[in-house]
Protein backbone atom coordinates (compact mmCIF):
# COMPACT_ATOMS: atom_id res chain seq x y z
CA UNK A 1 0.00 0.00 0.00
CA UNK A 2 2.84 2.65 0.69
CA UNK A 3 4.04 4.46 -1.66
CA UNK A 4 7.29 6.17 -0.78
CA UNK A 5 8.46 8.14 -3.77
CA UNK A 6 11.45 10.28 -4.63
CA UNK A 7 9.75 13.18 -5.87
CA UNK A 8 10.12 16.40 -4.20
CA UNK A 9 8.38 17.51 -1.22
CA UNK A 10 6.52 20.68 -1.38
CA UNK A 11 7.55 22.12 2.62
CA UNK A 12 3.84 23.59 2.91
CA UNK A 13 1.91 20.69 2.09
CA UNK A 14 0.08 20.16 5.51
CA UNK A 15 0.93 16.00 5.38
CA UNK A 16 4.36 17.27 5.41
CA UNK A 17 7.13 17.06 8.36
CA UNK A 18 9.83 19.24 8.58
CA UNK A 19 12.26 18.40 11.10
CA UNK A 20 14.50 20.83 10.67
CA UNK A 21 14.04 22.14 14.43
CA UNK A 22 13.78 17.89 15.87
CA UNK A 23 18.60 17.59 16.67
CA UNK A 24 19.25 14.59 14.73
CA UNK A 25 20.43 13.02 18.32
CA UNK A 26 18.46 9.99 19.61
CA UNK A 27 15.97 10.68 22.72
CA UNK A 28 15.33 14.56 20.67
CA UNK A 29 11.62 15.10 20.70
CA UNK A 30 9.02 17.28 19.24
CA UNK A 31 5.38 17.16 19.28
CA UNK A 32 3.54 18.20 16.35
CA UNK A 33 -0.55 19.09 16.89
CA UNK A 34 -2.31 20.83 13.59
CA UNK A 35 -5.35 20.31 11.73
CA UNK A 36 -5.18 19.46 7.87
CA UNK A 37 -7.57 18.62 5.38
CA UNK A 38 -8.26 15.10 4.36
CA UNK A 39 -5.72 13.80 1.11
CA UNK A 40 -8.74 12.41 -1.95
CA UNK A 41 -9.77 8.72 -1.77
CA UNK A 42 -9.22 8.33 2.13
CA UNK A 43 -11.25 5.32 2.51
CA UNK A 44 -12.94 2.40 0.94
CA UNK A 45 -15.71 1.61 -1.35
CA UNK A 46 -18.55 2.12 0.65
CA UNK A 47 -17.09 4.89 3.63
CA UNK A 48 -14.55 7.31 4.05
CA UNK A 49 -13.24 10.52 5.56
CA UNK A 50 -14.45 13.18 2.97
CA UNK A 51 -11.66 14.75 1.02
CA UNK A 52 -11.16 18.18 2.72
CA UNK A 53 -12.75 17.59 5.68
CA UNK A 54 -10.32 18.36 8.97
CA UNK A 55 -7.95 15.75 10.44
CA UNK A 56 -6.52 16.56 13.55
CA UNK A 57 -3.06 15.05 13.94
CA UNK A 58 -1.25 14.62 17.33
CA UNK A 59 2.43 13.59 16.52
CA UNK A 60 5.75 13.06 18.74
CA UNK A 61 8.77 13.76 16.21
CA UNK A 62 11.19 11.30 18.48
CA UNK A 63 15.29 11.43 16.77
CA UNK A 64 16.69 7.46 17.45
CA UNK A 65 19.73 6.46 15.58
CA UNK A 66 18.79 5.44 12.37
CA UNK A 67 16.15 8.29 12.14
CA UNK A 68 12.82 9.57 13.20
CA UNK A 69 10.08 7.78 14.62
CA UNK A 70 6.98 9.58 14.21
CA UNK A 71 4.33 8.08 16.65
CA UNK A 72 0.56 9.50 17.92
CA UNK A 73 -2.75 9.68 16.78
CA UNK A 74 -5.08 11.17 13.82
CA UNK A 75 -8.67 12.07 14.55
CA UNK A 76 -10.94 12.91 11.52
CA UNK A 77 -14.98 12.23 10.88
CA UNK A 78 -16.11 8.91 8.32
CA UNK A 79 -18.99 9.03 6.09
CA UNK A 80 -20.81 6.34 4.45
CA UNK A 81 -23.68 4.08 4.00
CA UNK A 82 -24.35 0.94 5.97
CA UNK A 83 -23.72 -2.40 4.47
CA UNK A 84 -27.39 -4.16 5.15
CA UNK A 85 -29.72 -0.76 4.54
CA UNK A 86 -27.72 1.99 2.86
CA UNK A 87 -28.29 4.43 5.69
CA UNK A 88 -25.77 6.96 5.87
CA UNK A 89 -23.25 6.87 8.48
CA UNK A 90 -21.78 9.83 10.00
CA UNK A 91 -19.08 8.90 12.39
CA UNK A 92 -15.90 9.91 14.00
CA UNK A 93 -12.48 7.67 13.55
CA UNK A 94 -9.44 7.77 15.97
CA UNK A 95 -6.30 5.76 14.66
CA UNK A 96 -2.56 5.26 15.46
CA UNK A 97 0.09 6.40 13.48
CA UNK A 98 3.40 4.78 14.62
CA UNK A 99 6.45 5.31 11.51
CA UNK A 100 9.98 4.90 11.30
CA UNK A 101 11.45 7.72 9.03
CA UNK A 102 15.42 6.54 7.95
CA UNK A 103 18.14 9.26 7.64
CA UNK A 104 19.44 9.19 4.24
CA UNK A 105 22.80 7.08 3.85
CA UNK A 106 21.80 5.37 7.42
CA UNK A 107 22.12 1.95 7.74
CA UNK A 108 18.40 0.82 7.61
CA UNK A 109 18.35 3.59 4.69
CA UNK A 110 21.16 1.12 2.53
CA UNK A 111 19.56 -1.96 4.22
CA UNK A 112 15.87 -1.92 4.10
CA UNK A 113 13.29 -2.01 0.80
CA UNK A 114 12.33 1.25 -0.44
CA UNK A 115 8.50 0.00 1.04
CA UNK A 116 9.52 -1.48 4.62
CA UNK A 117 10.47 1.59 6.16
CA UNK A 118 9.68 5.63 5.35
CA UNK A 119 11.94 7.59 4.45
CA UNK A 120 13.50 11.49 4.82
CA UNK A 121 14.08 13.44 2.11
CA UNK A 122 16.17 15.96 3.53
CA UNK A 123 14.46 17.16 6.39
CA UNK A 124 11.31 16.81 5.28
CA UNK A 125 8.46 13.93 6.22
CA UNK A 126 5.60 12.76 3.86
CA UNK A 127 3.26 11.89 6.42
CA UNK A 128 0.33 10.82 3.77
CA UNK A 129 1.21 6.81 2.82
CA UNK A 130 1.25 6.15 6.68
CA UNK A 131 -1.57 7.92 7.50
CA UNK A 132 -3.67 6.71 4.34
CA UNK A 133 -2.41 2.83 5.62
CA UNK A 134 -3.66 3.75 9.12
CA UNK A 135 -6.97 5.03 8.69
CA UNK A 136 -7.84 2.78 5.59
CA UNK A 137 -6.73 -0.42 7.48
CA UNK A 138 -9.16 1.08 11.02
CA UNK A 139 -12.37 1.47 8.35
CA UNK A 140 -14.60 -1.66 8.52
CA UNK A 141 -14.87 -3.54 5.03
CA UNK A 142 -18.60 -3.84 5.83
CA UNK A 143 -19.95 -0.99 7.76
CA UNK A 144 -23.08 -0.97 9.61
CA UNK A 145 -25.27 1.72 10.75
CA UNK A 146 -25.88 0.03 14.20
CA UNK A 147 -25.14 -3.84 15.34
CA UNK A 148 -28.41 -5.28 15.22
CA UNK A 149 -29.33 -3.46 11.56
CA UNK A 150 -32.28 -5.83 9.98
CA UNK A 151 -31.69 -4.53 6.88
CA UNK A 152 -33.63 -4.35 4.09
CA UNK A 153 -36.74 -6.58 2.63
CA UNK A 154 -35.26 -8.60 0.11
CA UNK A 155 -38.71 -8.15 -1.90
CA UNK A 156 -39.51 -4.89 -1.64
CA UNK A 157 -36.46 -3.12 -0.46
CA UNK A 158 -37.99 -1.17 3.14
CA UNK A 159 -36.34 -1.11 6.15
CA UNK A 160 -37.13 -4.25 8.02
CA UNK A 161 -37.42 -2.16 10.97
CA UNK A 162 -40.21 0.27 9.54
CA UNK A 163 -42.36 -3.27 8.88
CA UNK A 164 -44.53 -4.86 10.66
CA UNK A 165 -43.97 -8.07 12.94
CA UNK A 166 -46.58 -9.61 10.41
CA UNK A 167 -44.90 -8.72 6.86
CA UNK A 168 -44.42 -11.11 4.38
CA UNK A 169 -44.12 -11.60 0.59
CA UNK A 170 -45.01 -15.24 0.82
CA UNK A 171 -46.26 -16.60 -2.80
CA UNK A 172 -48.58 -19.64 -2.43
CA UNK A 173 -47.95 -22.41 -5.13
CA UNK A 174 -51.06 -22.00 -7.11
CA UNK A 175 -51.65 -26.01 -6.56
CA UNK A 176 -51.45 -25.78 -3.31
CA UNK A 177 -53.77 -22.43 -3.09
CA UNK A 178 -56.97 -24.48 -2.31
CA UNK A 179 -55.62 -25.70 0.81
CA UNK A 180 -54.76 -22.06 1.98
CA UNK A 181 -58.28 -21.32 1.34
CA UNK A 182 -59.04 -23.89 4.12
CA UNK A 183 -57.04 -22.54 6.24
CA UNK A 184 -58.66 -19.26 6.11
CA UNK A 185 -61.95 -20.89 7.09
CA UNK A 186 -60.67 -22.33 10.08
CA UNK A 187 -59.78 -18.87 11.70
Not at 60 to 83: A, D, H, K, N
Request: charged share 25%; with cysteine; aromatic share 2%.
Amino acid sequence: MRNHSSNQLNPRSPLVLDTRELPRRPGALRTVSRVVPAPADLGLEMNGVPEGADLSLDLRLESVSEGVLVSGTVSGPVTGECGRCLRTIDEALTVTIQELYAYENSTTDETTDIDEVGRLQGDLIDLEPALRDAVVLALPTNPLCRLDCPGLCSECGVHWDELPDDHSHQEVDPRWAGLSQLTRQEE
